[in-house]
């Protein structure tokens, strides 16, 4: 008795060694997968940016108004961002990521910084990035972003009514 009590420990320390293990891993995946969509955004390589993207993902970029729901249309956006903004980099903040399975959500903040007619500027924004694995590799097929709101001031009154 005394060794099958054992047995079942064991076995159960095993089973939480792998559960632990494989929960950890995918989350390491996708920030690293997130870490190389930053590095291919920073040097501002379209190509190596929209090959990011899974067939048929979707982006709602941070400066347009329509869905863009083709590779193209993916590619052609970072092209012509990094052309109008030269220089343009970001810079994560706080992300969370969650793993469900072969899909993943890493959801955050991130800094845009860009140079415009002599003047640095910058954009706080928001972000959701959905991933799937496919091929063991992680790729976007949802991107949203939008610009983060300005805090609400200390000072601010309410609405009267």
């Known amino acids: 008795m005394r060794h099958a009590i054992l047995l079942l420990i064991a076995l159960a320390l095993v089973g939480c060694q792998t559960v632990s293990r494989t929960s950890i891993e995918p989350k390491a995946e996708v920030i690293s997968a997130t870490k190389a969509w930053e590095a291919a955004s920073n040097i501002c390589d379209a190509s190596a940016i929209a090959a990011l993207y899974a067939d048929g993902a979707v982006l709602w970029g941070t400066t347009r108004t329509s869905l863009i729901t083709t590779p193209q249309g993916i590619y052609d956006y970072f092209a012509s961002s990094c052309k109008a903004l030269p ?64 805090p609400a001031s200390q000072t601010a009154q309410p609405p009267k009514q």
């Open 87 to 150: 220089g343009i980099k970001v810079q994560f903040g706080d992300q969370a990521v969650r793993v469900y399975g072969d899909m993943a959500v890493n959801t955050g903040t991130y800094t845009w910084s860009f140079t415009r007619e002599g003047v640095q500027r910058s954009l706080p924004a928001r972000y959701s990035f959905t991933y799937v694995r496919q091929a063991g590799r992680w790729l976007i097929v949802d991107h949203h972003s939008s610009a983060l709101p300005a």
